[in-house]
Each structure stands twice: as structure tokens, then as C-alpha cells.
């Protein structure tokens, strides 16, 4: 019997990885939408972009994760979590320049959240691309 060298661990069922992917989209929504998020002002999480990276970087790995867990290929799992990322990224930032008085679009936000988003899927790519060559050995 041919293993599927796709699944190299157990993963949670896929109802897990809609729910997470839902709740991180609203929450992102939610938190870029209000007048005055949480501010996380100790260290390296100052930076607004680091800030726009690493939330963008996170919500796209549980896109890609959410497509493995739906049988989708790793290639295409990787550029749909990115994708969706970056739209999302792109839609918080229109609606932060068009629905509200308080907050404003910037170019460098949009650019910081697809930074984030490709470094997180390239890093997952090859690292599950390891994990199954070691597997097949």
C-alpha cells in the first residue's frame, strides 16, 4: 500500500482549522477596525510592520494549514495561505481608509503583512519538504 507523503504527522481534523482560520480573520478584522487597539509597546513588538508581519505571517500559516488538513497539495496549500493573507491584509487596509474616521490605509502595512505571509509559508514549505525526504528515507 503507497503512503501519502503529504501527511508526515498527525494533524488536528480539519473542523479545527476552519474555526481557526475564521477566529483569526475576525480577530484581525476586529483589532484593525477599532479606534485604539492593544498596544504592545515592550521590545521588538513596538514596531508596527513587525507587528503587521508577524499577525499576517501567523494567519497564513493557519491557511496553509487549514488546506493540508483539507487534502490540498503543499505547493498550492502554500500559495493559497499566502494569498489569503495578503487579501486579507489588503481588505483591512481598505477598510481601515474607507469605513473609519480613525485609522488610515498605508502601502507599507499592506507590504509588511505579505512580507510576513511569504516568510512564514516559505519557512513551512521547506521545512514540511524535509520532513517528508527524511520520512521517505
Request: charged share 10%; net charge neutral.
Amino acid at each position: 500500500m503507497a503512503r501519502d507523503c503529504t501527511v508526515v504527522s498527525p494533524s488536528p481534523p480539519p473542523i479545527v482549522w476552519i474555526i481557526s482560520t475564521i477566529s483569526a480573520s475576525l480577530i484581525l478584522l476586529y483589532f484593525s477596525l477599532i479606534p485604539e487597539p492593544p498596544y504592545i509597546g515592550t521590545g521588538l513588538f513596538e514596531q508596527d510592520k513587525l507587528q503587521h508581519a508577524v499577525s499576517l505571517g501567523v494567519m497564513a500559516f493557519i491557511t496553509v494549514r487549514l488546506c493540508l488538513a483539507l487534502r490540498v497539495s503543499l505547493l498550492q496549500s502554500t500559495v493559497i495561505g499566502f494569498l489569503y493573507a495578503t487579501l486579507l491584509g489588503g481588505i483591512i487596509e481598505l477598510l481601515q481608509g474607507m469605513v473609519t474616521t480613525y485609522r488610515h490605509a498605508d502601502i507599507f502595512d499592506l507590504a509588511a503583512d505579505a512580507t510576513g505571509a511569504f516568510i512564514v509559508v516559505i519557512i513551512h514549505y521547506f521545512f514540511i519538504n524535509i520532513k517528508i525526504l527524511r520520512h521517505k528515507n
